[in-house]
């Protein structure tokens, strides 16, 4: 198995991800948490696996200076345009994680790594690199597909020769991630290098709620919802991913 990029499926990955509420809760939660945790000033933001740049655009717009870089062409243009649409500027890189130590020569007060790790053959191997990109004083903000919520989910739909078989990675064409992450490995992998100061869960209950009650739902009021009990101690684990802001040790 190797690390999985987004070649073809870029469109089809915008359509999905960000062309509903499950776009708009995650990105509100990602952004409410960046918005408690940052200082009120303009930071060097890098973003890895920046994909078609919606956070980045977002932390533009607020002022602070980004470089987006995506290994996969159609990503990292879709990104250029977003840009350009909205005024704004940055600096595009295109390349995988791997490169970027031997591309990049300095730190940045703040690195984003949002649904990475789970697209990655060997996801802990990431974690020394965005140490390596973090200035001591800065952050790291981590979201990541969240095993147990996806355990959940099958136990919920009674799949459970699935379960048995223990086959809960995607197919190769699907937007499954290939590596969905158990929070207490990753938490152990975090340990010598980053010290988690905040988790929330991203969707930690509308990917549950009935197709029939998801569709008359209020967008405002689930976003409501979801903000107030993303730290929930019994439903922030249940997130369909978890977001965890990081400093380095």
């Not at 409410?32 to 533009?60: C, F």
């Not at 840009?83 to 970027?100: C, E, K, R, V």
């Amino acid at each position: 198995m190797s690390d999985r990029h987004f070649d073809q499926l870029a469109t089809r990955f915008a359509e999905k991800i960000y062309g509903g509420a499950k776009g708009a809760i995650r990105l509100a939660v990602l952004q409410a948490d960046l918005i408690e945790s940052l200082p009120d000033r303009p930071l060097r933001v890098l973003d890895i696996g920046a994909g078609l740049g919606h956070m980045s655009l977002w932390l533009a717009e607020r002022g602070h200076d980004v470089t987006l870089a995506e290994p996969a062409a159609p990503m990292l243009e879709g990104a250029r345009q977003r840009f350009a649409d909205a005024g704004q500027t940055a600096n595009f890189i295109q390349a995988p994680w791997q490169a970027l130590p031997d591309i990049l020569t300095e730190r940045y007060d703040l690195v984003i790594c949002h649904a990475v790790l789970e697209w990655l053959d060997e996801p802990f191997t990431i974690l020394p690199v965005l140490h390596q990109l973090t200035k001591p004083e800065g952050w790291l903000s981590l979201a990541f597909y969240n095993r147990d919520a996806l355990i959940y989910r099958n136990l919920l739909k009674g799949h459970f020769r699935k379960m048995r078989k223990n086959t809960l990675a995607g197919e190769k064409q699907s937007l499954t991630p290939q590596e969905p992450l158990d929070p207490r490995e990753l938490a152990a992998q975090l340990g010598t290098l980053w010290r988690v100061e905040t988790q929330s869960g991203v969707r930690v209950f509308h990917d549950y709620m009935p197709v029939e009650f998801q569709a008359r739902a209020d967008l405002a009021d689930l976003l409501e919802m979801e903000l107030a009990h993303r730290r929930h101690p019994a439903f922030a684990g249940l997130g369909r991913y978890l977001h965890w802001m990081c400093r380095p040790l």
